[in-house]
């Protein structure tokens, strides 16, 4: 099976313009995680997506938001850039019928805000 | 809350030496999975084992094993008879209900030749 796909790579922008990220799960999965990486605050959890609607949420600002579509496809939107969203963004897959399910993991996206 | 302790920012050893990674966890559920990842410099957080609450039996897996103490709250890694490719970022992460992990800092490993 092919694993978590994300696009794209490599993302330079400025501030003030606004993001989207795009993940594709394991074939099967349901369930869609986004965690965000950056040096001073480690991996945080930002939020999971299971049939299309938002079930978990992590403590991050409005300006982060999610969807996914019908084929389990997710992307993360992320508006009105700030420096210190500079960071790796990475998305997890999971089968998503129950909870608590081994998440895998994709390459990430590394987003460069200058 | 839940918390996820690793004290050891940075380890080195030598090829073929055994080095422990250390975890500490807190929470107030009696239900809870605990994993570990490897980060290799690509950025891509690899599954290494998962373990539930419910079951402290410690396993070994090639040349990695677990040690899961629900007494002391901690969940540690051991790699023996290290490796070059082991070089890598390893993270500890708990999960109670629902789909959230929660990660600690990691522990950066240099394995030199």
Known sequence: KAGVTQTPRYLIKTR???VTLSCSPISGHRSVSWYQQTPGQGL??????????????GNFPGRFSGRQFSNSRSE??????ELGDSALYLCASSGGTTSQETQYF???TRLLVL | AQKVTQAQTEISVVEKEDVTLD?????RDTTYYLFWYKQPPSGELVFLIRRNSFDEQNEISGRYSW???KSTSSFNFTITASQVVDSA???CALMEYGNKLVFG????LRVKS
Do not use: D, H, W
């Open chain 1, 16 to 18: 003030g313009q606004q």
């Open chain 1, 44 to 57: 945080q959890f930002l939020f999971e997506y299971f049939s299309e609607t938002q079930r978990n949420k």
């Open chain 1, 76 to 81: 993360m939107n992320v508006s009105t850039l």
């Open chain 1, 106 to 108: 994709g390459p990430g």
């Open chain 2, 23 to 27: 975890c500490v966890y807190e929470t």
């Open chain 2, 67 to 69: 040690n899961f103490q």
């Open chain 2, 89 to 91: 970022v390893y993270f």
């Open chain 2, 105 to 108: 800092a990691g522990t950066i």
